[in-house]
């Protein structure tokens, strides 16, 4: 993996702002930007019109569940929402089967349609609260995915926030935020026409270019709870995270 080096500067209105070059296909700049917490402490409830829930059914099975449903009142033990705040609680179980060769369990939500990067910009707004941790400490929390692989991919790891880019023909992991007292993550996801994606997390701003290869290939967005690499066969080995925001939105082209 090539060297990266972090150059501080200072914003005319006093900010300092650290700098993070990596070079390679998947080029990313990292811009920690001075922000008051509070600015974010309030985020708009999550809407579940476009999203469908895969969760776990049954032996070595996924369930779908359309968002009319999920906004009826729809509860498992692996999906709950609070029907005051709207917010939803995502959970995994450590018993739950290997599913289409993924290693670990987990529970997502879903973007109803694939969409290109040509065609217009998007994002996805999260707030995410991390109920509880895997064993191993490792939760994934967000997703651009596509047909063929991930695209970007957002985890926690203790107090890291990590992205792991693959552009098609290599992959990238950075940190790209830190987690917030009492486990409280906001992140973006933006994407534009150009292949320009900029993540952001707790007010960190990273900015990846994706070839034109890596755009190509209709992608969409997932909120996700899931577990990463080794985990315990046991129903306590488990992760929860609860979604107080959750927002999509693609401009009209």
């Given at each position: 993996?090539?060297?990266?080096?972090?150059?501080?500067?200072?914003?005319?209105?006093?900010?300092?702002?650290?700098?993070?070059?990596?070079?390679?296909?998947?080029?990313?700049?990292?811009?920690?930007?001075?922000?008051?917490?509070?600015?974010?402490?309030?985020?708009?409830?999550?809407?579940?019109?476009?999203?469908?829930?895969?969760?776990?059914?049954?032996?070595?099975?996924?369930?779908?569940?359309?968002?009319?449903?999920?906004?009826?009142g729809y509860n498992t033990a692996f999906y709950s929402r609070d029907?005051?705040?709207?917010?939803?609680?995502?959970?995994?179980?450590?018993?739950?089967?290997?599913?289409?060769?993924?290693?670990?369990?987990?529970?997502?939500?879903?973007?109803?349609?694939?969409?290109?990067?040509?065609?217009?910009?998007?994002?996805?707004?999260?707030?995410?609260?991390?109920?509880?941790?895997?064993?191993?400490?490792?939760?994934?929390?967000?997703?651009?995915?596509?047909?063929?692989?991930?695209?970007?991919?957002?985890?926690?790891?203790?107090?890291?926030?990590?992205?792991?880019?693959?552009?098609?023909?290599?992959?990238?992991?950075?940190?790209?935020?830190?987690?917030?007292?009492?486990?409280?993550?906001?992140?973006?996801?933006?994407?534009?026409?150009?292949?320009?994606?900029?993540?952001?997390?707790?007010?960190?701003?990273?900015?990846?270019?994706?070839?034109?290869?890596?755009?190509?290939?209709?992608?969409?967005?997932?909120?996700?709870?899931?577990?990463?690499?080794?985990?315990?066969?046991?129903?306590?080995?488990?992760?929860?995270?609860?979604?107080?925001?959750?927002?999509?939105?693609?401009?009209?082209?």
């Amino acid at each position: 993996m090539k060297q990266s080096s972090d150059v501080t500067t200072r914003t005319p209105e006093g900010h300092i702002i650290m700098i993070s070059r990596l070079a390679g296909p998947a080029f990313c700049l990292s811009a920690l930007i001075a922000m008051p917490v509070h600015a974010m402490d309030v985020p708009q409830a999550p809407d579940i019109s476009a999203f469908t829930l895969q969760e776990p059914a049954k032996r070595l099975g996924l369930h779908l569940v359309p968002s009319a449903t999920l906004g009826s009142g729809y509860n498992t033990a692996f999906y709950s929402r609070d029907q005051q705040t709207g917010a939803l609680t995502l959970t995994t179980d450590g018993l739950q089967p290997v599913i289409r060769g993924k290693v670990a369990p987990e529970t997502l939500l879903r973007e109803n349609t694939a969409w290109y990067f040509q065609q217009t910009n998007s994002d996805m707004t999260a707030t995410v609260h991390i109920d509880q941790l895997p064993r191993n400490g490792k939760v994934v929390i967000g997703r651009m995915a596509s047909t063929q692989h991930p695209v970007a991919e957002l985890s926690v790891q203790g107090d890291r926030v990590f992205a792991l880019v693959d552009n098609g023909t290599s992959k990238q992991s950075v940190v790209v935020g830190t987690v917030y007292p009492r486990q409280t993550i906001r992140y973006e996801i933006h994407t534009s026409p150009n292949g320009l994606m900029r993540i952001i997390v707790n007010g960190t701003e990273n900015h990846f270019s994706l070839p034109s290869a890596a755009i190509a290939q209709g992608v969409w967005f997932e909120a996700v709870a899931g577990e990463q690499g080794w985990h315990a066969p046991t129903h306590s080995d488990m992760a929860r995270v609860t979604f107080t925001g959750l927002q999509v939105h693609h401009e009209a082209s």
